[in-house]
């Protein structure tokens, strides 16, 4: 497994036999091991936009969704 969020990066490294992983996917994680809130990690989505993390509407929307779910 790796870390990575960049999508080209993420092709190259299926491409190497790893498991790409993004921030988003270690978010999820944190809320289902419960080292962290849904709000926590509504705010860190928040923070990371603010910052210039690029996320697209519909996986920003797909991520509160789930989100709301756990």
Do not use: C, W
């Amino acid at each position: 497994m790796v870390l990575i969020d960049q999508s080209n990066a993420r092709e190259v490294a299926k491409h190497l036999g790893l498991s790409p992983r993004g921030t988003i996917y270690i978010i999820l994680t944190a809320i289902k091991r419960k080292l962290i809130t849904k709000d926590n990690a509504k705010q860190m989505l928040e923070t990371l936009i603010e910052e210039n993390f690029y996320i697209s509407a519909n996986i920003y929307r797909d991520t509160l969704k789930t989100i709301k779910k756990l």
